[in-house]
C-alpha cells in the first residue's frame, strides 16, 4: 500500500473535535439579467434554522436545461435563516441573459470554524492535519469530522493558489484535498 505525505484539506469547520453541523441542499430558482453580466437572487434553503447559518456557499449553479451552456459563479452577499441573498456573475460571455432555470447547490455551516480552518474565497473551509496516510485513511479520518475527501480538485485558480498559500506554504509534498 502506497502511502504519502498527506495534507487533509477538510471541507467543514470544527473546534473541537466532534462532527460539524453543516446542511448541503438544491434550489431551483429562474434568474434573468437584462442589462449586465449581473444580478442578485434569493435562493431558498427550504428549511428554516433557529438562527442563521455562521457561514455558507454556493457550490454550483448551472442552467436546468443541458443544452444552454452559459456559465455562472456565485458569491453570496448575505445569509438568513431561511434564505441567501447571492450575486450571480456570468462568466462564460460577459454579457446579460434571459430567463432561464437554474439549479443551485449549496451549504451552510451551523457553527463558526475554529481558528484551525482556512476559509477560501469560493466560501468552503479547509483544514491542514499533517499526517502520513493512505487514501482510504484519509476518507476514515474526513469521515469522523463529518467532512469528506474530494477526488476531483477545484477548477478555481484563485481557490488553488489560496489554498497552496495559506496551508501548505512550506511543505512541497502531496496532499489530500478534501
Known amino acids: 500500500m502506497l502511502f504519502i505525505s498527506v495534507m487533509l484539506l477538510l471541507l467543514l469547520n470544527n473546534a473541537f473535535a466532534e462532527k460539524l453541523k453543516f446542511q448541503r441542499g438544491t434550489t431551483e430558482d429562474f434568474s434573468y439579467s437584462l442589462t449586465s453580466s449581473k444580478a442578485k437572487l434569493t435562493v431558498g434553503l427550504m428549511t428554516c434554522f433557529s438562527s442563521p447559518p455562521?457561514?455558507?456557499a454556493v457550490?454550483?449553479?448551472?442552467p436546468t436545461d443541458a443544452s444552454l451552456q452559459h456559465r455562472f459563479k456565485a458569491k453570496v452577499l448575505q445569509i438568513f435563516s431561511d434564505s441567501l441573498s447571492i450575486e450571480l456573475e456570468r462568466v462564460d460571455v460577459h454579457s446579460s441573459w434571459e430567463w432561464i432555470e437554474l439549479k443551485i447547490e449549496w451549504i451552510v455551516y451551523l457553527e463558526n470554524a475554529g481558528s484551525d480552518w482556512f476559509e477560501a474565497s469560493n466560501?468552503?473551509?479547509y483544514k491542514y492535519i499533517p499526517i502520513r496516510m493512505s487514501y482510504?485513511?484519509?476518507k476514515t479520518e474526513c469521515?469522523?469530522?463529518g467532512a469528506w475527501v474530494v477526488v476531483h480538485a477545484s477548477t478555481n485558480e484563485t481557490v488553488l493558489t489560496q489554498m497552496h498559500n495559506e496551508l501548505v506554504p512550506a511543505i512541497?509534498?502531496?496532499y489530500w484535498v478534501g
Not at 457550490?59 to 448551472?62: A, E, K, S
Open 59 to 62: 457550490t454550483l449553479v448551472r
Open 54 to 56: 455562521k457561514n455558507a
Open 123 to 125: 466560501g468552503l473551509l
Open 136 to 138: 482510504e485513511k484519509a
Open 172 to 174: 512541497k509534498l502531496r
Open 143 to 145: 469521515k469522523k469530522l
